[in-house]
């Protein structure tokens, strides 16, 4: 998978900084491919499998975007910070959950960045929500991120 459109190039303290700013420890494959790409557009069109729970069946979806890591505060839609803060501020997530990803519909790609599943990737249904906590309804991708990006296959609209 090629990564166009990618942020600054970034440096571990920049990293250091995030994680320290929302106090978690991102796992080792993604901070490489933050390193070495800091989010961005996927070239080509790049999808993904997953069992729906709430659907209770087999469902796909594309990556739009990986979101960016910027040195100031931005309005930018894939802004990490913004993103992840106005997400825990609202309430739509657990503090458990990190947004890493969008797919063209809204729907959140979720890195868990804390407890007992940290490192596995989730789906994150934007137009649901548990009725206990009010999150937005979650389906397992992988188990890490370089799983999820391992299972991602190209697209073919033509197809």
């Not at 166009?4 to 700013?21: C, N, P, R, V």
């Not at 080509?44 to 469902?59: H, K, L, Q, V």
């Not at 309804?137 to 391992?150: K, L, M, N, P, W």
Request: aromatic share 12%.
């Amino acid at each position: 998978m090629n990564i166009t459109d990618s942020g600054d190039k970034l440096l571990e303290k920049d990293i250091a900084e995030f994680e320290e700013q929302f106090g978690i420890k991102l796992p080792s494959d993604y901070k490489a491919f933050m390193l070495e790409n800091n989010g961005g557009t996927p070239e080509g069109e790049w999808a993904f499998d997953f069992f729906e729970d709430s659907r209770e069946g087999e469902s796909d979806s594309v990556i739009r975007s990986f979101n960016k890591l910027y040195a100031n505060k931005t309005m930018e839609l894939d802004d990490l910070k913004a993103c992840y803060s106005m997400l825990l501020e609202s309430d739509e997530i657990p503090d458990t959950l990190m947004p890493i990803a969008e797919d063209p519909y809204g729907n959140i790609i979720l890195l868990v960045v804390r407890g007992e599943h940290y490192g596995s990737v989730l789906f994150g249904n934007h137009e649901l929500e548990e009725p206990e906590t009010g999150h937005i309804v979650t389906s397992f991708i992988a188990g890490s991120f370089s799983e999820f990006i391992d299972s991602c296959y190209e697209f073919d609209l033509d197809e």
